[in-house]
């Protein structure tokens, strides 16, 4: 009996994922970004699959976070910063003149190399993206603190503290606090920006546990220079180079059987 | 091995050449702190504080003067700083950074080291007579805030400068606005040096005599000022009067004037530098 | 990285080693059978302890290269290949071993006659062919020699698999040769395996250099 429950589940994920590959979440079309005279992204075209880890590996200033902070519109904001292409999430256009970027970012969290919180207690912390959108009601704001903090996996350590100032716990405390802070806005998309980097391994391990179980609620992006990181982590690896993206598969095939030389280059330590 | 000992020596003489320098400066201001305490603490009293101005020295207090200074202080505050810090966050977060911007920046520093007196020159024409204000505490605060503000400015723009950027970014990537950023914030996390640098200005601004003499602020007024339209004076300008006068008494009285003076300064800049201080232990 | 490539090439220089040694062994023991000559033989029992201490220095060499440098892609498809490879050469390494055993254990001669219908010698000249083909292919990373084991691979098959009926029909002509004929038999057993060891050999070669599964290939159709 026990057996046969077993064969029906396995065939229904089996399905479930066959099904998510034909889904995209993120849809990105000729992307091109300048700063100024500078082009950072050179016609990047990719689809993101929901509910799956993507890391973007590639060497420094291959333009991988850039492209990362095109999916909440991070880059808006900077000096001679300028965009070319499509990137629709949900089929919807996000660079679209209707598109509120206060809207997008509630629906597109992100999470910082360095440990960012802000100066404030850990509930505050927390509660600060409900309170910006008016959410006042003290009991709402309790449980949703509360669920994302349970979310991020702190909630044990902190829950007798959260008066406490959030600069006082430990780096990878504040890290997931950070990650805490993005889930109580309840995105459906959290970017990553080499969120391990500051980080110790057992740090590291904790963020990337937290990563995989998150996966079946959200779709993340991770952008890492840690190969190791995006094989443990990832479904889905992009290989990213001065502003192109040279290979884009799943994690598997990218870290075994590397489609071009420069990838195998890359991932395999020969030039960096 | 001689070149290491030459540089000790160098080292060494640089130091003491700078104890030196610091020396003249402190001696120099304990010297005067001196002086002036010697000549005036004795004829510090209450009645000192609470007397208005009188022909006769022994008789003669400091109230309307320091009555005036209070309300040029108070007034000046209300109107310099929300200005100040308003202009300031302007220019830091929303100003397109461009040739525009530059100019501005530039102006205002210049700004900052005008001498006094002509701003004096411009509340007369401006406040006193355009507006019509008169000799007025409200035209002699309106002149200070003038004076200050430019202060204000670059001391708040400095403290919004130093705010880390993955603060603004964390509060941007949550969906906030620029708006609810700069609120919810950059504005707490820089007020320790907004404080500051506003406290410090107004310190400034208490000790300025020269813009309130052109204004009009008198040397002799019979009355402390009841509302913003009244004649005042304010405590430089009683020390100024004081002085010029040839009977010892009021010599006295304006040693006397200047501790107080002192005082309420020293107060302040304390003040400006226990905030400054909580403000760097919130970053480190 | 530098560190890594070099200690790649060590592995890489052990398992070549491994190879020619390993080649040898079978090939002195097959001499010291078709010769009689137990000293030979003697000195490929000797010579077992030899594989047997780079059989071990290889694996955990390769270990170590993998904790160390945690390989992926082609340095990790050489390591396992290395490996596996190593494993393989070890069993050649056994059977030459014992084929050394029975010249020392039986020293009379094996009749010219029983050598000849069992094919032993166009097994013998196949093998060395293969040993050739699987060497240039380790060396030289050449995919097309690792590949042309394959077909010699069935001829020994087809040899062995007559071998039963050929010693069967010649037990029966004269059963004074019934322990040369058995002792012949499993010696024949043995090359066939050694064919099978070379073939897996070669399936290493071509995963490494082509991240190919070739295994079991045949077994779906």
């Known amino acids: 009996m026990e057996l046969v429950a077993e064969k029906n589940t396995k065939n229904f994920t089996m399905n479930k994922e066959s099904e998510q590959e034909s889904k995209t979440k993120i849809s990105i079309k000729n992307a091109r970004v300048w700063y100024g005279d500078f082009e950072a992204v050179k016609g990047i075209s990719m689809d993101i699959k929901p509910n799956s880890v993507t890391a973007f590996i590639g060497p420094s200033g291959c333009g991988k976070s850039t492209f990362l902070r095109l999916f909440n519109r991070m880059n808006d904001y900077i000096d001679g910063f300028r965009m070319e292409g499509k990137i629709k999430i949900d089929g919807t256009n996000i660079y679209n003149k209707k598109i509120h970027v206060e809207e997008l970012r509630k629906e597109v969290g992100m999470v910082f190399q360095k440990p960012n919180p802000f100066p404030k207690s850990i509930y505050e912390n927390v509660a600060y993206g409900l309170k910006i959108q008016g959410i006042s009601d003290k009991k709402v704001l309790d449980s949703r603190v509360e669920k994302a903090l349970r979310q991020a996996d702190l909630w044990e350590e902190v829950k007798d503290d959260l008066k406490k100032s959030a600069l006082a716990l430990s780096g990878g405390q504040q890290q997931r606090l950070c990650i805490a802070r993005t889930l109580a806005v309840e995105p459906s998309i959290i970017l990553m920006d080499e969120p391990t980097s500051a980080l110790d391994p057992i740090s590291t391990a904790k963020i990337e546990n937290l990563i995989f179980g998150l996966k079946e609620k959200y779709t993340i992006i991770i952008v890492t220079h840690n190969m190791q990181q995006a094989s443990r982590i990832s479904d889905y690896t992009a290989f990213f180079y001065i502003g192109e993206l040279v290979e884009y598969s799943k994690t598997k095939t990218l870290f075994t059987k590397p489609e071009k030389k420069r990838t195998e280059n890359y991932i395999t330590g020969r030039f960096g | 091995m001689n070149k290491i000992q030459v540089n000790r020596w160098k080292d060494q003489l640089f130091k003491i050449w700078g104890i030196g320098c610091t020396l003249v400066g402190l001696i120099l201001l304990v010297l005067f ?50 200005i100040g810090v308003a202009a300031a966050i302007y220019l830091e977060e929303y100003a397109k950074k461009g040739r525009f911007s530059a100019l501005l920046e530039i102006n205002i520093s210049n700004l900052a080291g005008v001498p006094s007196i002509i701003y004096g020159l411009l509340g007369l024409e401006v406040f006193v007579r355009i507006l019509n204000l008169g000799a007025s505490v409200l035209a002699g605060s309106l002149t200070l805030s003038l004076l200050i503000l430019p202060i204000i400015i670059v001391a708040t723009r400095e403290s919004i400068k130093a705010v880390p950027s993955t603060i603004r970014d964390a509060s941007y990537a949550l969906g906030a606005s620029k708006w609810q950023t700069i609120w919810n914030q950059i504005l707490p996390a820089s007020s320790g040096g907004i404080l500051t640098g506003v406290i410090l200005s107004l310190s400034r601004a208490v000790g300025e005599t020269a813009p309130l003499i052109v204004v009009g602020a008198l040397a002799y007024v019979p009355f402390a000022p009841s509302n913003p339209m009244e004649e005042f004076s304010v405590l430089p300008i009683q020390i100024f009067n004081w002085i010029s006068r040839p009977q010892h008494g009021f010599i006295e009285n304006a040693a006397a004037a200047i501790i107080i003076l002192l005082l309420v300064t020293f107060m302040m800049n304390a003040v400006a530098v226990y905030y400054r201080n909580k403000w760097q232990k919130k970053w480190n | ?127 060395r062919d293969m040993f050739e083909d699987i060497m240039d292919a380790f060396e030289n990373e050449n995919v097309k020699s690792a590949r042309k084991v394959f077909k010699k691979d069935k001829i020994l098959d087809a040899i062995n698999s007559e071998a039963f009926s050929v010693i069967e029909a010649e037990i029966k002509k004269d059963t004074g040769i019934i322990g040369k004929a058995l002792q012949l038999s499993s010696i024949i057993k043995k090359y066939e395996r050694v064919g099978d060891l070379i073939k897996n050999i070669a399936e290493e070669i071509i995963f490494y250099k082509k991240a190919e599964l070739i295994k079991h290939k045949g077994n779906k159709k």
């Open chain 2, 33 to 82: 702190i001196g002086d002036i305490l010697i000549d005036g603490i004795m004829r510090i009293d209450w009645g000192f504080v609470m007397n208005l101005p009188s022909r006769k020295a022994e008789k003669s207090g400091i109230y309307t003067a320091l009555m005036g200074s209070l309300w040029i202080l108070a007034l000046t505050t209300i109107i310099a700083f929300p």
């Open chain 3, 1 to 127: 990285m530098e560190n890594a490539n070099h200690q790649k090439e060590l592995l890489n220089q052990a398992g070549l080693e491994m190879m020619s040694l390993c080649i040898s062994q079978l090939e002195k023991a097959t001499e010291a059978y078709l010769n009689n000559d137990v000293d030979l033989a003697e000195e490929v029992i000797y010579t077992e302890a030899h594989v047997n201490a780079l059989d071990i220095y290889i694996e955990k060499n390769c270990e170590r290269y993998m904790a160390l440098y945690t390989p992926v892609a082609t340095d990790l498809r050489f390591v396992i290949a290395i490996l596996k490879i190593n494993i393989d050469l070890e069993r050649i390494g056994d059977h030459a071993y014992g084929i050394s055993k029975y010249v020392v254990e039986d020293e009379t001669k094996t009749p010219e006659h029983l050598i000849k219908v069992l094919q032993f010698e166009k097994m013998h000249a196949t093998i």
